[in-house]
């Protein structure tokens, strides 16, 4: 009972990040995806530095090298969800405009969703692991609620009304954290399983998604390259020293 408060508190907050897509109107474009750049560049830092320093030693203490198998298994499991569910990324100011609009808002409902279950089964597993994965969500989510906000724009939807439905779909997280917490117990595992599971969630985005963006963007630009690098390395430096203070 003692964790449920904590859960409540870190998915909610994760949930209110859908409205930092008010940013977009506040800053210019240019200046915002400059922002943006090496926001994404420590949000990698921090979902890789989460996962090597935090929930895979987690997850082999308790499971052994059967940690490694869920791993594997939440990255093919996260490519065939973006490839056959169209779960879609965006972490510019200006996404590419589609049909997809409600569609998109689905996949991010999901993606909320099991972002609550990540968040909650860290928690379970003891309070600096939650943080870690915490922060790190926040970090990646940032970025990534910006893009989502902007497709609802350029879908047709007004501004006051993108606001609240991309907040809707952010508090499927609230109901993922939920679920894991009311099922953890009763489902023999769960916890244990969910936390490599993450880890390989965490991988795949890192992976596919944010790094590929980052060697695009920062090919013709030295200077960009070195304020990505600084950036990524200072989310991981987050993540470890969260790592020693809060052991």
């Given at each position: 009972?003692?964790?449920?408060?904590?859960?409540?508190?870190?998915?909610?907050?994760?949930?209110?990040?859908?409205?930092?897509?008010?940013?977009?109107?506040?800053?210019?474009?240019?200046?915002?995806?400059?922002?943006?750049?090496?926001?994404?560049?420590?949000?990698?830092?921090?979902?890789?530095?989460?996962?090597?320093?935090?929930?895979?030693?987690?997850?082999?203490?308790?499971?052994?090298?059967?940690?490694?198998?869920?791993?594997?298994?939440?990255?093919?499991?996260?490519?065939?969800?973006?490839?056959?569910?169209?779960?879609?990324?965006?972490?510019e100011g200006h996404c590419e405009i589609h049909p997809f609009t409600y569609l998109n808002l689905i996949g991010d409902g999901l993606h909320n969703f099991l972002d609550g279950g990540i968040i909650a089964a860290s928690f379970l597993a003891g309070f600096p692991l939650g943080l870690g994965t915490t922060?790190?969500?926040?970090?990646?989510?940032?970025?990534?609620?910006?893009?989502?906000?902007?497709?609802?724009?350029?879908?047709?939807?007004?501004?006051?009304?993108?606001?609240?439905?991309?907040?809707?779909?952010?508090?499927?997280?609230?109901?993922?954290?939920?679920?894991?917490y009311l099922f953890a117990e009763k489902i023999n595992g769960l916890t244990e399983i969910l936390l490599p599971f993450a880890a390989g969630n965490f991988l795949y985005l890192a992976g596919t998604d944010i790094i590929p963006e980052l060697h695009e963007k920062g090919k013709h630009s030295p200077k960009n390259s070195i304020y990505q690098f600084l950036s990524l390395v200072s989310g991981l430096a987050l993540m470890w020293i969260l790592k020693i203070f809060l052991a």
């Open positions: 009972m003692e964790t449920l408060l904590p859960i409540f508190l870190s998915v909610f907050l994760v949930s209110l990040i859908s409205f930092v897509g008010i940013l977009f109107l506040a800053f210019k474009e240019k200046t915002l995806n400059s922002l943006l750049e090496i926001f994404i560049a420590f949000a990698c830092g921090s979902l890789l530095g989460d996962t090597f320093f935090h929930l895979l030693p987690e997850s082999v203490e308790t499971l052994g090298e059967e940690a490694f198998i869920w791993v594997v298994f939440s990255f093919v499991f996260f490519f065939a969800l973006e490839k056959f569910f169209y779960w879609r990324h965006c972490h922060l790190a969500v926040i970090f990646h989510e940032i970025p990534q609620e910006i893009g989502d906000f902007s497709i609802l724009l350029y879908g047709g939807i007004k501004r006051k009304k993108a606001l609240w439905l991309n907040f809707l779909s952010g508090l499927t997280a609230l109901v993922g954290a939920a679920a894991v």
